[in-house]
Nanobody, 129 residues
Framework: QVQLIESGGGSVQAGGSLRLSCAAS??????????MGWFRQAPGKEREFVTA????????AYADSVQGRFTASRDNAKNTVYLQMGSLKPEDTAVYYC????????????????????WGQGTQVTVSS
């Protein structure tokens, strides 16, 4: 069992930056054996993919809407994945969730929410114009 806790959300003006963190824990956790993803859900909308990374973040994918503005990274020694968000726009307003999927090969990232077994509780990001 893996527990994920997001932090770092808040309110920011358009053009600003935020860094989200997602800390993983679990009795037998080996964080490097998990591919990680970030998703978001705005009010009245479905959950959507933001970014995903493989075990060491050397492979990654980004939604077109955040490409060039957001960067995902991870520190396996700290069991933490990060989402650095820059040039924020009001349309980035959403609850942001991190997710984890076992990937023993370490080769892949996953862009579908259905691939992920473990989810955090989410952190709110609000961007005002």
């Amino acid at each position: 069992q893996v527990q994920l806790i997001e932090s770092g959300g808040g309110s920011v003006q358009a053009g600003g930056s935020l860094r989200l963190s997602c800390a993983a824990s679990g009795r037998t956790l080996t964080f490097s054996q998990y591919a990680m993803g970030w998703f978001r859900q705005a009010p009245g909308k479905e959950r959507e993919f933001v970014t995903a990374v493989n075990w060491n973040a050397e492979k990654s994918a980004y939604a077109d809407s955040v490409q060039g503005r957001f960067t995902a990274s991870r520190d396996n020694a700290k069991n933490t994945v990060y989402l650095q968000m820059g040039s924020l726009k009001p349309e980035d307003t959403a609850v942001y969730y991190c997710a984890a999927k076992t990937d023993y090969s370490g080769m892949d990232y996953y862009t579908s929410a259905d691939d992920y077994k473990y989810w955090g509780q989410g952190t709110q990001v609000t961007v005002s114009s």
